[in-house]
């Protein structure tokens, strides 16, 4: 259908292609292949007989072709939604179609502004939790890393389990990091035993996925015959339309199953590198503080609500210019249905190809000085400049991330509780390195000392 350039191919081993170099550390391969070949580019990795092409687009104009302006053509087909529906099944995330059409009608309700800002409430208790715990640290070191997974993981548990779930923690922290690994590994290996067989990895992959499941499947059992509390599952369980009924005891546990694994970890990289830069930029921290204090009073002052997110304008910014530098979601994978143009390059059917707000975020086009950490870059009148995929961490288009607003607001009030008691001090000797993983992945810790205020 098109006449337009074909993208230029990766240079790699004469051999192997970029097989090394994705395997070995893909961001740095991405953000290589822009700065060498262009916005548009096709890796070819593997040895031959056994090749595999993806092609990487890497502008905002490009991003918002796939995901949002020709979406129909661009699937989530690939490899790592196969392994994520096998892990976790066809929820929100990972359904397609009218199973997806359905699901979306009936969730999406559960997500408008007013009802998702019902749970600041449990996002500040978590908080002022979470500062309390730092107050007894010894030495006053933290891993933010490893802190703000559990700060997440606790809010996410508690909007979607209510009082339940306390013995909830235990099972998710034990089997779901264990499935994601697996998931991972069967996405990045060209050669894989089916599932069915009976291996040591298949096996125990097998018996976590029936513990997780247990634990959903109970919850969501308990809930069946109670009108009584606002818990997310609650609120599933009890969800209907005329057009679509109400979801069935699978797409209730996918459900389930989609808010943990996609509304915690992503949530807690934000908040861990958000932290992590303001430790580095004594000057931002100071600005942000006063902000906070502005709006909440000093130490130990009130708990934050959803209306102070307005109030909150600057702390929004650090957070989204940390999102910048550090999105959750690195890459975004699709698979085309036909052949289609990209940016003014071709893209054939059945091709496999990722956008990247790892490297668009950091693409000189739109990003002068890119590495610098500047949340003035997020005015106003400075977003207003700049085109609108230039930052997409929550994706875009009809795919959009359903919990971005939820997102926003735990990490908003979680910052501005944890910077109103704290001053942070880098322990690191610099930026903590990070890798590709289903999300963003810090490579080593990210040590912060922290001196209570007041
Ligand atoms: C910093 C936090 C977050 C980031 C960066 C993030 C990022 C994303 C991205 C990039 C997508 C689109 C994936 C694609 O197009 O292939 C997505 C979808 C989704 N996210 Fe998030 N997410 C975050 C937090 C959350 C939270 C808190 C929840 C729920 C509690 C959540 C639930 C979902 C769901 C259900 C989808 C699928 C939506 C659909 O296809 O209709 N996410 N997220």
Redesign the pocket.
Known sequence: MTTTAPAPIVAGHPLLGSMIDLLNDPLAAYLRARRDHGDVVRFRAGPPGLRSDVYAVFSAEGAQQV?ATRAANFR?DNVF?EELRQSVGN???TSQDDA?LRQ?RL?QPLFTRRRVNGYAQQVAEEAVALAAGWREVPGGTVELVGEMHRFALHV?GR?LFGTDVGKAFEVIERTLPPLQEYSLKRGFSPIKAPRTWPTPANRRATRLQAELYALCDGIIDNRRDRHDRDDLVTLLVHAENAEDGSLDADELREQVL??LL???E??A??LAFALHLLARHPEEQRRVRDEVDRVLGGPGGRAPTAEDMEALPYLTMVLKEA?RLY???PV???RSVADAEVDGVRIPAGADLLVS?WVTQRHPGYWPDPDRFDPTRFTPEAEAGRPRYAW?????????????H??ML??VLGLAVLLREFEFEDAEAGEVPVGAGITLMAKGPARARIAPRG
């Open positions: 995901l989530k939604y929820g929100l995330l997806y979306r969730v996410v909007i989609i808010f996609a509304g915690h992503t949530t990289t934000a999102m999105p959750s979601a975004i994978g699709r707000p997409f961490p929550f994706g875009g288009g009809p795919r959009a991330c359903i919990g971005q939820l997102s735990e990490s």
